[in-house]
């Protein structure tokens, strides 16, 4: 199910956005700083590039672009 940002709390948005964007560590070459990339990914979710999905199985949100669950 989509969750549209817009709908979470601002702190919950945030959260969110933070443990995706250091779910990988920074072992992968990428030392963009942390704010950086939490805006990043908050302006692809405002331009729809990303969506918010709620996954029943799992209990639990996820990120995704938006060509993954053919949207874009």
Same mark, same amino acid.
């Given at each position: %199910?989509?969750?549209?940002? !817009? !709908?979470?709390?601002?702190?919950?948005?945030?959260?969110?956005?933070?443990?995706?964007?250091?779910?990988?560590?920074?072992?992968?070459?990428? *030392?963009?700083?942390? @704010?950086?990339?939490?805006? !990043?990914? %908050?302006? !692809?979710?405002?331009?729809? *590039?990303?969506?918010?999905?709620? *996954? *029943? %199985?799992?209990?639990?949100?996820?990120?995704?672009?938006?060509? @993954?669950?053919?949207?874009?």
């Amino acid at each position: %199910m989509i969750v549209p940002w !817009q !709908q979470l709390e601002q702190d919950t948005l945030l959260n969110l956005i933070t443990e995706f964007v250091t779910r990988n560590g920074t072992d992968n070459g990428d *030392d963009t700083e942390l @704010n950086t990339r939490v805006s !990043q990914v %908050m302006e !692809q979710l405002r331009r729809g *590039d990303a969506l918010i999905v709620w *996954d *029943d %199985m799992t209990e639990s949100a996820n990120i995704v672009p938006a060509g @993954n669950i053919g949207i874009a």
